[in-house]
């Protein structure tokens, strides 16, 4: 674990630190994997169908004004383990990352849940947003949490999410963390494991380990297009792709596969089958123009959740795609989630709930 002054490391103050791409579809490495693993190549759709906007917001970010960094001091806390957890018959240490104002008193707490199709997380991962955000006055922890290739459901990925959350609130002293005040932001795979963590609270199935003499209750939740139902992930696509979506993979493996007219097995793997009234607000984010996850995957949440009475609000970013796509050579995708507006309704979302 290492300490430093993030304000000391970063580039110029008008810069955001840089890290390894967000928005990582299925196919990437798992972090510290140190050794080749199996890749898995999710195809990426060639025709959308139009996404429904008719309960959400479009907006259209100006991707030239983007965010800057360097204004508030932020220390880092590295390489915190949170739990030893079971993975591929041994344990597997599952860390993260902490940012924390340097500021006098307790601050509100947000944990990113990186993606990566549910064989890859980084908590590394999109350093330049989780550095605005802790600008902002927020304590931001990114966390690992056990993927298909340990041997690993989503109801361990869920379990893990719960587990770091009550490691924070137990901690919460030696972080400068106001322990009532939690929210998670997902994006992708993480996406769908804020959204589960959030709809499950309560349920014992999930909630196990260490600290549960603290609750892993949240706020708020931020969802950056994470997949819902992932028998219909690719209900926007082209055939094709919805073809070889439906190919068995670890991705499906993670959430109990399909039956051969391509249901879920597993129906609890649906977040939508969590639903009870009384869940924290959520913010959804989804770009019109996301080749890897279906428009309509977040739509499907939101309008739930709304039919339900629960405060839910809907961004559709119009030309955005899913996340940052450097790794596969479209250097601008990221722009369009790493501007000052988009960036400004996530930061002004969590102001309001954790107030």
């Keep these: 674990m290492s300490l430093t002054d993030a304000a000391g490391q970063n580039p110029p103050a008008s ?11 299925p196919g990437a490495p798992p972090a510290g994997a140190g050794g080749p693993v199996r890749m898995v190549q999710l195809p990426l759709a060639k025709t959308i169908a139009p996404a429904d906007a008719s309960t959400s917001t479009l907006i259209k970010p100006d991707i030239s004004v983007q965010i800057s960094c360097g204004k508030t001091a932020i220390k880092t806390v590295n390489d915190v383990t949170f739990v030893d957890a079971a993975a591929n018959g041994g344990t597997r240490p599952l860390r993260m990352d902490i940012l924390i104002p340097d500021a006098a008193g307790k601050h509100p707490l947000v944990i990113y849940v990186p993606g990566g199709g549910f ?27 056990r993927t298909a290739l340990d041997g690993a459901t989503y109801a361990d990925g869920v379990a893990d999410v719960k ?19 939690v929210a998670i932001w997902g994006e992708s795979a993480g996406g769908y494991l804020v959204a589960m963590t959030a709809l499950t609270d309560g349920d014992p199935t999930y909630d196990r380990g260490a600290n549960l003499d603290q609750n892993s209750k949240v706020q708020a939740v931020v969802d950056k297009f994470g997949p819902t139902d992932l028998s219909t992930v690719a209900a926007d696509f082209d055939e094709d792709a919805q073809r070889d979506y439906r190919r068995p993979s670890p991705t499906l493996a993670y959430i109990g596969g399909l039956t051969p007219d391509g249901k879920l097995v597993d129906p609890a793997s649906d977040p939508l089958n969590h639903m009870k009234g009384s869940t924290p607000p959520f913010l959804i984010l989804h770009g019109t123009r996301d080749r890897l996850i279906s428009p309509g995957q977040s739509l499907r949440l939101h309008n739930a959740l709304s039919a339900a009475g629960d405060d839910s609000t809907r961004y559709l970013l119009e030309g955005a795609d899913h996340g940052d796509l450097a790794f596969l050579g479209d250097i601008e995708a990221g722009l369009h989630w790493s501007n000052t507006e988009v960036m400004g309704v996530i930061v002004d979302f969590l102001r309001a709930k954790l107030r």
């Design 163 to 181: 587990q770091a959350i009550r490691f924070l609130r137990a901690h919460a002293g030696d972080y400068g963390i106001d322990a009532g005040h």
């Design 15 to 25: 810069a955001c630190p840089t890290s390894s791409p967000t928005g990582h579809p």
């Design 119 to 145: 064989v890859r997380n980084g908590k590394e991962d999109a350093l330049n947003l989780r550095t605005f955000v802790a600008e902002a006055g927020f304590v931001v922890a990114s966390i690992n949490y």
